[in-house]
Structure formats: C-alpha cells, structure tokens
C-alpha cells in the first residue's frame, strides 16, 4: 500500500523560503508522476506543481511559477517543493499526491486521486 508523509512546514516571514519534502514507501515508483497540492483556510484543495518520475517534465500554476521548483530524489523516493520568495497568499496546507498518469494529475479533479500524504503546514507572516 503507498504511503506518503510529507514534512517541513512551519511558520516563515514572507519574502522567506522553505523546502517541503514528500517520502513515498510501499510501492514501486519508477513510472509515477507525483504532485503538491494545497489547501488554504475555507478555500478547496487545488493543484500547484506536478513532476513525473524522471524529473524531465514539470508543471506549475501561474502564482508559484518563478518561486517554487519541483522535483525527486529517485534513489530516495523522496519528493520536495523548494518555495522561495514567500508570500501570506501561500499560507497552506501542502498535500503531495502519487499517481502512475501525470495527465490525470493534471486533468482530474484532486478527489479522484486516491493517495495522498498527511499534509503539512505552512504559514507565511506579512
């Protein structure tokens, strides 16, 4: 059974940086694409940067483009989103999501992906 556990999270000055990571176990990754997610106070969860397994193709909503950077560490199954240039709209709970289609990831709606991680916390302070 895929788990993921992410971590991280904390409190951070906006204009700040933070790197969240994302540990995979229980399944072979080698063809999965792996997202981040988030989920701001009274607003749905909503997709911000995906990668497939390789690290050569890599995706992300307008507002992070320029300031976060995903990627993997395959030999670890390790995900991480280096968030620079903070702002307080990125204060969040961060979900990271597993899928063997980055279409899907990309296309669907986050409650048809069935694995996601605990989540963790970030919240920026103007």
């Known amino acids: 059974q895929v788990q993921l556990v992410e971590s991280g999270g904390r409190l951070v000055q906006a204009g700040g940086s933070l790197r969240l990571s994302c540990a995979a176990s229980?399944?072979?990754?080698?063809?999965?694409?792996m997202a981040w997610f988030r989920q701001a106070p009274g607003k749905e969860r909503a997709f911000v940067a995906a990668i497939n397994w390789s690290g050569n193709s890599t995706y992300y909503i307008d507002s992070v483009k320029g300031r976060f950077t995903i990627s993997t560490d395959n030999a670890k199954n390790m995900m991480y989103l280096q968030m620079n240039s903070l702002k307080p709209e990125d204060t969040a709970v961060y979900y990271c999501?597993?899928?063997?289609?980055?279409?899907?990831?990309?296309?669907?709606?986050?409650?048809?992906?069935?694995?996601w991680g605990q989540g963790t916390l970030v919240t920026v302070s103007s």
């Open positions: 229980g399944g072979t990754f080698s063809s999965y694409a």
């Open positions: 999501a597993v899928d063997p289609s980055l279409n899907r990831i990309l296309r669907t709606h986050w409650t048809n992906l069935p694995v």
